[in-house]
């Protein structure tokens, strides 16, 4: 299937750029006309995905971050994010809730709620490459939320 | 993002407005935290009521603040969540420690 439209988003790792990620980000997917809460679960992984990036992949470094985004008719969309730093060793581990490398502030709970919040999480990772995940989040149609055949 | 405090006899009452995100975590933090140590109370609240957006960094902040209360001998209370934080502090079991109140 294609893709009835997408975008391409480039910033550094600056810690303030992640309020600007998850707002870009949904006013993008804001065309498949989401509800409220289906709009806020994206804007929740889009802020976990990009912290990591900034907290852990450029942990010592500023370094540049890639997204892009991609919503389908049937009101699908992808959004992959993307860093060049450290890399995740074992990342099976990385996504078990809890676990943090992060320090005494940090939660764990990241890929937790990429999981929850999102239909489908992929992680692929090389150390000392990058990182890059891809989410996918179902946005279910106005007419079918109404309850009205179109 | 912005903290307003205010003490009421042993009870610190810290209202957060905006988001609390990685970037305004650090802030939030160090600002509950000075007057934590000014004031030694029995009570810290954290009034989330105008609270716009939170992700895990909140949970973070929250988990941070109940282990220096504890350390303290005092109490944690998180207090008005709005509605669409409440999956977020669902998912991460904040109710089994007691501090939410409805
Ligand atoms: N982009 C990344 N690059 C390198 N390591 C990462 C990346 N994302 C996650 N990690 C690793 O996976 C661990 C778990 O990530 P997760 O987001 O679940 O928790 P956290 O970031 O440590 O804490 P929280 O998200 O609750 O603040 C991190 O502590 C870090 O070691
Ligand atoms: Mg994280």
Known sequence: MKPINEMKLEFVSKSSNESFARATVSAFIAQLDPTIAELADIKTAISEAVTNCIVHAYK???????????????????????DKGCGINNIKQAMEPLFTTGGDERAGLGFAVMQSFMDKVRVSSKPNKGTSITLEKNIIPRFIKNGQPS | MDVKIKLTGNTLTA????????????????????????????????????VQFMDSSGIGLIMGRYKLMHILDGKLQVINIPENIKKLIKLAGLASLNIIKE
């Not at chain 1, 010592?60 to 993307?82: C, H, P």
């Not at chain 2, 140590?37 to 009570?43: G, I, K, R, T, V």
């Open chain 1, 60 to 82: 010592s470094s500023i370094g540049k971050i890639y997204i892009t985004v991609q919503i389908f008719e049937n009101g699908k969309s992808i959004i992959k994010i993307r």
């Open chain 2, 15 to 50: 209202c957060i407005e905006g988001d609390i995100d990685h970037h305004n975590a650090k802030e939030i933090r160090e600002c509950i935290d000075q007057k934590i140590e000014e004031e030694s109370p029995n009570l810290l609240e954290l009034d989330f009521s105008k």
